[in-house]
C-alpha cells in the first residue's frame, strides 16, 4: 500500500499529476484510489466523471472521491462536543460554558485526514494519492497534530490532566469519546 501526496502552490499541476497516475497505475493492473482533498474539485474535471464523499469508479482499476470534510465533521461534532462538554464540566467548568464550546481550529480539516486514513485501512487500495490543497492549506493540515495539542493544554493543562486522571478511573467519568469523527 502507498500513500502519495501531491501537494504545491494552486495552478501547478496537482491534480493532473495525481490523476495520471491514477491512471497509470489502473493500466499497470493497480488498483488506484485518487483522493481530493481541494475544496475546489477540480478532480473530476480531470477524471471527467462527477465525484462524490464516496470512492467511484472512473475506470478498472482506478476510482475517485472528493472529500466532503464539512458534511463528515458536521455528522461528527454533536457526540465529540458532548463528550468534551461532559469532561470539561467534570473538570469544573460550568455547564452553559461546557456546551458553548467553540469548533476546534482546522477541525474540518482533520476530518480530510480521516477520511483518508479510513480508504487507507478498509479500500482495496494498492495506492491511495491525495490531491492535496495549495500549499498554505496543506501545511495548516500537516502541522495540525501539534496546533491540536496546544488547543488542549489550554482548555486542559497537564497538570490538571495528571491530578484529575486517576480520581477518573475510580469514578468511571466519561473519558473516551462515544463516537469517532
Known amino acids: 500500500m502507498r500513500l502519495v501526496l501531491f501537494t504545491g502552490k494552486g495552478g501547478v499541476g496537482k491534480t493532473t499529476a495525481a490523476a495520471a497516475t491514477g491512471a497509470l497505475l489502473a ?10 482533498t481541494d475544496p475546489a474539485h477540480s478532480l473530476a474535471d480531470a477524471l471527467g466523471v462527477p ?3 464516496a470512492p467511484t469508479e472512473v475506470e478498472p482499476g482506478l476510482s475517485g472521491m472528493q ?9 461528527g461534532w454533536g457526540g465529540v462536543r458532548d463528550w468534551l462538554g461532559g469532561l470539561l464540566q467534570g473538570a469544573g467548568l460550568d455547564a452553559v460554558t461546557a456546551g458553548e464550546l467553540p469548533v476546534p481550529p482546522g477541525a474540518a480539516d482533520v476530518c480530510a485526514l480521516l477520511e483518508v486514513r479510513d480508504q487507507l485501512a478498509a479500500g482495496p487500495w494498492d495506492a491511495v ?25 489550554r482548555l486542559w493543562p497537564t497538570h ?20 469517532e469523527v
Open 129 to 153: 494519492l491525495v490531491d492535496c490543497a495549495p500549499t498554505a492549506e496543506t501545511l495548516r493540515l500537516l502541522a495540525l497534530p501539534e496546533a491540536l495539542a496546544g488547543y488542549v493544554e
Open 27 to 36: 493500466a499497470r493492473g493497480r488498483k488506484a484510489l485518487v483522493v481530493s
Open 67 to 75: 472529500v466532503d470534510a464539512q458534511r463528515r465533521f458536521e455528522a
Open 51 to 53: 465525484l462524490g464523499p
Open 160 to 179: 490538571r490532566r495528571i491530578v484529575r486522571s486517576p480520581w477518573a478511573r475510580i469514578l468511571g467519568e466519561p473519558w473516551a469519546p462515544p463516537v
